[in-house]
């Protein structure tokens, strides 16, 4: 018997040393998946702006923290042929979700010349041209940047998304670096 409570308290003491680092794991895990999906919604609207030769608008909507792919075969704005993801099925609170940069991070641009895209009317929409190019309304390539972490653990799950514009619309993500203290290109 006092082997057993012994073996008991050992796997106890064991349990409450991991259980931070599997919560760490599965944060730092959601926010990864929730940074594929924007990647992969980017890199969709592209490529379905050139297959339609059609403009496709990415639009990021952060008051329901959700994402809307339209134009082209998805339709207008608000159809039912909308691709829309929810941020909330990857097990996040909505509320968690942050668009910008945690407190006390540089603000300078991301190394390929992008930099944060200001919310309109609580959005971000990134038109992807039928030769996959971002424009602006002058018509001259427009680099884009998406900025997310969890407001619980800011930098810990700090995270970008680019959209060269001048580039064809290549998309890069891009993780928070606390060793660095800025953000690197994930490969």
Do not use: C
């Amino acid at each position: 018997m006092p082997e057993m409570l012994i073996v008991v308290f050992i796997i106890a003491i064991v349990g409450v040393i991991a259980l931070p680092g599997i919560i760490s794991s599965r944060r730092l895990s959601q926010f990864t998946e929730m940074q594929k999906q924007i990647a992969s919604s980017l890199s969709e609207a592209r490529q379905e702006a050139m297959l339609q030769k059609v403009p496709v608008t990415f639009r990021y909507d952060n008051i329901n923290k959700i994402i809307i792919t339209y134009g082209g075969n998805f339709g207008m704005l608000g159809d039912a042929g909308n691709r829309v993801i929810d941020f909330s099925g990857f097990g996040l609170e909505k509320s968690d979700i942050i668009y910008g940069r945690p407190h006390g991070i540089s603000e300078s641009p991301l190394y390929d010349t992008s930099n944060l895209t200001e919310l309109t009317e609580n959005s971000v929409e990134i038109v992807f041209q039928p030769d996959g190019s971002v424009v602006d309304t002058a018509n001259s390539p427009r680099n884009n940047a998406l900025f997310f972490y969890n407001k619980k653990y800011p930098k810990d799950a700090a995270f970008a998304v680019s959209v060269l514009g001048g580039g064809g619309g290549r998309v890069k993500g891009w993780r928070y670096s606390e060793s660095i203290k800025d953000y690197v290109e994930k490969k």
